[in-house]
């Protein structure tokens, strides 16, 4: 009797912890793909702005607006076929698409207002604090919305395939 009631209580809680093992492997996978794109992103900026002569040396924002649209086609690659495959997504992939650089586009406002505001608002122009400003603390502000916007409205949850995902997991 007590073997069969420590095998209900075992069993309750791996259906409770089932939906978060496959959130923590989501966003795990999410986290990976992040990295890839955060090293297009920040390669791409640091080139446009301080390579050689620096082709835009003097337009941060313009050199971040191109490194993050670059990040973003490489984003959405990877976390449409890779961290969300598993989910069903809207029924016109073109609208996914078009949904995820929209998301993109308002992430990469919330990016280019801290550097902005860094660099313009408070003169702090140097290329450490360009990167800091772009690359730390917005890119990190960004991709909290991100991941809250992909996962509501870009790759939203389909109950029957996000129950054969947690039944992997």
């Not at 650089?101 to 660099?119: E, P, R």
């Amino acid at each position: 009797m007590e073997l069969m009631r420590a095998e209900n209580k075992r069993s309750a809680l791996a259906s409770l912890m089932s939906p978060l093992r496959g959130l923590v492997r989501e966003f795990s996978k999410f986290g990976v793909v992040g990295l890839i794109a955060l090293v297009v992103d920040v390669g791409l900026f640091n080139l446009l702005m301080y390579a050689g002569s620096g082709l835009l040396d003097d337009k941060p924002l313009t050199a971040k607006a191109i490194a993050v649209v670059a990040a973003t086609a490489v984003s959405y690659g990877l976390n449409r076929n890779w961290t969300f495959s598993h989910r069903g997504g809207l029924e016109s992939r073109w609208r996914e698409y078009a949904l995820f650089f929209g998301l993109n586009g308002i992430a990469m406002l919330i990016t280019l207002s801290v550097l902005w505001f860094s660099h313009y608002a408070l003169g702090l122009d140097s290329p450490l604090a360009d990167n800091i400003s772009a690359n730390v603390i917005g890119l990190g502000l960004g991709t909290v919305f991100r991941f809250w916007s992909y996962r509501k409205w870009v790759f939203p949850a389909d109950d029957e395939s996000d129950a054969e995902h947690s039944a992997l997991v």
